[in-house]
């Protein structure tokens, strides 16, 4: 279950380094006067809010391993970013849940190349005690479950909706959540019975969730 985390992590990592490689070679090198402090440059980066726990370890130890950086990281939803980076916010990194994402980003404020970081897919997560008694994706239909999912306009809002749609369920949705993090937290505050999440979600909550497998046949892979 921590593989796809460490996938994350080492893929991340890879593009955060890049950036800040980038960073530094727009900045002046410090002088070499005794005593003098080596200059601070600053990496920002746009990232989807599932992206929320392997970006922030990461941002922890690359300052750490290289003095003088600061990495400054905003968590959103993946259209949320798209729009932030289309009306002009600036930045170094841009981290989206999946490439079909991307597809609104004005091409012309990318500069550089894009990559594929690592794979997803979705899992339901339910209250560790799974009150609902929530087993299959087909029980997302039962009338006495709260189900929550993420907004219709976000990444795993789309995937959720699609998985649903192959398995044939109408699922008792009591509310729409603006990010996938939002929508786990549901969960996590015992709000609802069921969520449909990523499985990254389900293995970085640590216990705070039980992760309900979806059958590969209707679930849906984001990359």
């Keep these: 279950r921590n593989a796809l985390n460490a996938e994350v992590r080492t893929a991340l990592a890879s593009a955060l380094a890049l950036a ?12 070499g006067t005794p005593g003098s402090q080596p200059t ?12 929320t ?9 690359f300052e750490a391993s290289h003095p003088g950086t600061d990495i400054q990281v905003s968590f959103s939803a993946s259209s949320t970013v798209v729009s ?23 091409k012309n404020r990318v ?15 339910t209250p560790p005690s799974n009150p609902g008694k929530v087993d299959a994706i087909t029980d997302l239909s039962r009338p006495n479950l709260n189900v929550v999912l993420c907004a219709a306009t976000v990444p795993c809002g789309k995937a959720a909706a699609k ?15 603006t990010d996938v ?16 999440v990523y499985h990254s979600d389900v293995v970085s ?13 209707v679930n849906q892979t984001l990359d």
């Design 20 to 31: 800040a490689a980038v960073g530094v070679a727009g900045c002046s090198a410090a002088g």
């Design 40 to 51: 601070r440059h600053t990496v920002v980066i746009l990232a989807a809010s599932s992206l």
């Design 53 to 61: 726990e392997p970006m922030t370890a990461i941002a922890k130890d």
């Design 84 to 106: 932030q980076v289309n009306q002009g916010a600036p930045a170094d990194l841009i981290a989206l849940a999946g490439t079909a994402a991307a597809e609104p980003l004005n």
């Design 111 to 125: 500069v550089g190349s894009t990559a594929s970081l690592a794979r997803n897919t979705l899992e339901i997560a």
């Design 163 to 177: 998985a649903l749609s192959a398995a044939g369920v109408v699922a008792h949705v009591v509310s729409y959540e």
């Design 181 to 196: 993090k939002a929508t786990l937290t549901k969960v996590q505050l015992g709000e609802a019975d069921a969520a449909i």
């Design 205 to 217: 909550a640590d216990g705070r969730v039980r992760g309900v497998p979806i059958p590969a046949s």
